[in-house]
């Protein structure tokens, strides 16, 4: 039996080699065409493949590298052979299937099989040259019965690409991005801040979170309603109470990438669109101190008085008209283009952003900026209270709890302190013989006598105050006085 199936197989292959050197290629095509056209009317499985570059301009298919993600999972688990990379993007090592692996998935009960293929051809260099260049095609092919089509092809495939850009989204390198002229620069998005270091009231800070979640849950529900997916936030409160450090425990939270927009390095509106048209969706895009950035607070003027005061200055100073006139680069980006970007026609450009403003001086914006429905929720981050003292304590001094609490939360009910400094006389220094106890100590005292100084110079500027206001009370009524002895003397 065996010396009669070796010679059957050697006649196979001298048939094939003869077949393959003497029949011409146009008729091995067309041999190749019928036979598989056969095999596909008898077998009762259709195939789909999905190639790594489609299109005229050679751009890698996004279908395909969804895919490759969302089997990633499956490859670990049953593929014999994989493949290893570290993606240029990602934080994560990714493993694929290597070369004519396969692996099966179940969606609703029904079993399909994917596949991967990598076939090389050489293609000469140039018409002059005899050297070959190797050109790697790579697929993956799906195969299920055909009883399943409207299934597989319908919501499974739908299922596959979304879950597959959810897993890349999941496993990228998170990116901080700045604008320079009309283009953005990035770095690696490293910020260490989450909610859970953050010093602020834990009720606040829940109410936060909960919105946060709520709002990427709910693409069907802006859909329905007809407003694009995007939310708007304004930070505002007195320098140091951690508005920067709450964009990025936003960002850390929800897996985001962060978009640092400069409103002063842009040119003109047209450029400013561009910007956010090139922002991806899953980002922040974040403006800090907006009460700073060009004229878009509520003391708009004229353009006639501007030009007014302009020509003013210039003949005042004759050499800043000519430094003028030999070309200004300063920003043309007007409120209503700003505008345009956080709720006009502009803002639906991608989906699931989060806009957010920061300002120390509130009532310098114009009400048309941070109204809701542009704004949606307005968070106040202030002086440090005895919550949030807790939280820093626990941060940097890994305490729940110590005697001198109860007055440091006295104190802290009387003086204005910001987060950032109270988190300063917490920092660990100094030499207390390595005792971690003594370290504690050593800074709540400091704390302590950093709030009773406080306390102490707010005493004394109140006092100056009522002082000065005294001193103003009775300048006002001599002068009263005499206004009435001058008219006295006029009559």
């Not at 708007?232 to 985001?256: F, I, Q």
């Not at 100056?464 to 006002?476: A, F, T």
Request: charge should be positive; charged fraction near 30%; hydrophobic fraction near 35%.
């Amino acid at each position: 039996m065996v010396p009669h199936l070796g010679s059957v197989l050697g006649s196979l292959m001298f048939f094939w080699a003869i077949f393959q050197q003497f029949v011409p290629h146009h008729l091995r095509t067309l041999i190749d065409k019928y036979c598989q056209r056969l095999v596909t009317f008898v077998s009762p499985y259709i195939q789909i493949k999905f190639h790594e570059v489609t299109g005229d301009r050679f751009r890698r298919s996004e279908a395909y590298s969804a895919i490759e993600s969302y089997l990633s999972s499956n490859a670990c688990a049953q593929a014999r052979r994989l493949k290893a990379d570290l993606a240029k993007s990602s934080q994560a090592l990714s493993l694929s299937m290597d070369g004519h692996e396969e692996v099966s998935d179940v969606f609703n009960g029904v079993k399909v099989w994917w596949a991967f293929h990598e076939t090389v051809s050489h293609t000469q260099t140039s018409p002059f040259s005899s050297t070959l260049a190797s050109d790697p095609k790579r697929y993956y092919k799906l195969t299920f019965h055909k009883r399943h089509r409207s299934l597989i092809i319908g919501p499974y495939l739908k299922y596959v690409i979304k879950e597959g850009k959810a897993i890349k989204v999941r496993e990228r390198q998170r990116k901080l991005y700045t604008n320079s002229s009309s283009s953005w620069s990035h770095v690696v998005f490293e910020h260490p801040a989450t909610f859970e270091t953050l010093a602020m009231d834990p009720e606040e800070k829940k109410k936060i979170i909960a919105d946060l979640n709520n709002f990427t849950k709910s693409e069907e529900f802006y859909a329905r309603i007809g407003r694009a997916w995007k939310r708007g936030y304004l930070l505002y409160g007195p320098p140091g109470t951690g508005k920067s450090t709450m964009v990025a425990a936003m960002a850390n939270l929800l897996g985001y990438d962060v978009y640092d927009l400069e409103l002063t390095a842009v040119k003109d509106n047209t450029e400013l669109r561009r910007l956010l048209i090139e922002t991806s969706s899953k980002s922040v895009i974040v403006i800090e101190d907006i009460d700073c950035s060009l004229e878009l607070t509520g003391q708009r003027r004229k353009k006639k008085d501007k030009e007014e005061e302009e020509d003013n200055e210039r003949k005042k100073n004759p050499t800043k008209k000519k430094e003028d006139g030999n070309g200004s680069s300063s920003s043309k980006v007007t409120l209503s283009g700003l505008l345009n970007i956080i709720d006009g026609l502009w803002s639906s450009c991608g989906g699931e952003k989060l806009i957010v403003f920061t300002t120390n001086h509130l009532e310098k914006l114009d009400p048309a900026l941070i109204r809701r429905g542009r704004m949606d929720k307005h968070i106040e981050l202030s002086y440090c209270s005895y919550e949030a003292f807790k939280v820093l304590a626990k941060n940097y001094l890994r305490i729940d709890s110590h005697d001198l609490f109860p007055l440091i939360s006295e104190l802290l009910s009387e003086v204005k302190m910001t987060p950032a400094d109270v988190a300063e006389h917490l920092m660990p220094m100094g030499a207390t013989g390595g005792n971690a106890t003594a370290t504690v100590t050593v800074c709540l005292k400091g704390l302590i006598q950093a709030l009773q100084l406080a306390k102490e110079e707010a005493a004394m500027k109140a006092e100056k105050e009522e002082g000065e206001k005294e001193v103003l009370s009775i300048r006002e009524e001599v002068e009263k006085e005499e206004k009435i002895i001058s008219a006295k003397n006029v009559k």
